[in-house]
């Protein structure tokens, strides 16, 4: 079997389940990964079971857990091909302290959205490396501009470096990376601010992260930003 095969964390709703129902449609084998197993495994069995999709729980803060799937995904299906670093977290802040979620809660805001795909950049990458694979973040167009108050934008700016960070590194290996940047998307994640701005719906990020991956080897789509019509920053 020589389908290729696609790791995304954050698989089980919004923007990660999306991406991996148009990846199995364009015949990728799945690694599902999240923190609730019920949605995973009903996906898996949607795109045929076993053979074709494995879902496993893991956090993406967990570095044991993180490993484990990778590792269980190249035994299960010999090779990994393709990862998406796209587990997130929104909460909503204010440095004055005006408004918003207490600074408690900021930490695991943190540890989600940049210790996350730094780890999973660190567990996938020895594997993309052996098939000359692709590395995608899902970054947020809140990683480009100032957004008031907003320290879930300044996770997006981390993840928009180390996504160029790891690409410099992986310069000559024939490892692609992309860098995801959607304006707002139709997902749990929205803040109720924003519940009436114009939005994406999930598949149209999805056909994004596609088409960066569907390019031939040689072509390495770094950054791709897609805003819904209408969205000012
Ligand atoms: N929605 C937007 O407007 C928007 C815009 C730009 C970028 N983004 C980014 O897109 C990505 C996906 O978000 P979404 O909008 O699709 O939100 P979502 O529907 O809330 O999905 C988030 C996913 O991440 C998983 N997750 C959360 N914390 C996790 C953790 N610590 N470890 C493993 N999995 C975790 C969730 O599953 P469990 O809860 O079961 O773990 C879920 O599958 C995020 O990085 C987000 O920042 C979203």
């Known amino acids: 079997m020589t389908d290729p095969v696609f790791l995304i964390t954050g698989a089980s709703r919004g923007i990660g389940a999306a991406v991996a129902r148009q990846a199995a449609a364009a015949g990728h084998r799945l690694v599902l990964t999240g923190r609730t197993a019920a949605p995973l495994e009903a996906l898996a069995d949607e795109f045929g079971g076993p053979s074709r999709a494995l879902a496993r729980v893991a956090d993406v803060t967990d570095w044991t857990a993180l490993t484990s799937v990778v590792a269980e995904a ?27 979620a207490p600074p408690e809660e900021w930490r695991d805001l943190v540890l989600t959205n940049v210790y996350g795909p730094a780890l999973t950049a660190r567990a996938t990458l020895p594997a993309l490396l052996k098939t000359r ?6 970054g947020s167009a809140a990683g480009r501009g100032v957004r008031p108050g907003n ?5 997006k700016w981390a993840v928009t470096g180390l996504a160029q960070a790891i690409r410099a590194e992986c310069v000559g290996t024939g490892i692609r990376v992309t860098l ?10 929205i803040p109720p601010s924003r519940a009436n701005d114009p939005r994406l719906h999930p598949d149209d990020v999805a056909r994004a992260v596609l088409y960066a991956v569907g390019q031939p080897p040689h072509v390495d789509v770094n950054e791709i930003i897609v805003r819904p019509a209408g969205q000012r920053n």
């Open 74 to 100: 190249e035994e299960r299906f010999g090779r990994l091909d393709v990862a998406l670093a796209n587990a997130g977290a929104s909460v909503v802040t204010s440095f004055l302290g005006t408004t918003g």
């Open 151 to 155: 320290l879930y934008a300044a996770t």
């Open 133 to 138: 694979g692709h590395l995608l973040f899902t």
């Open 180 to 189: 995801l940047q959607p304006g707002l998307v139709d997902t749990e994640s």
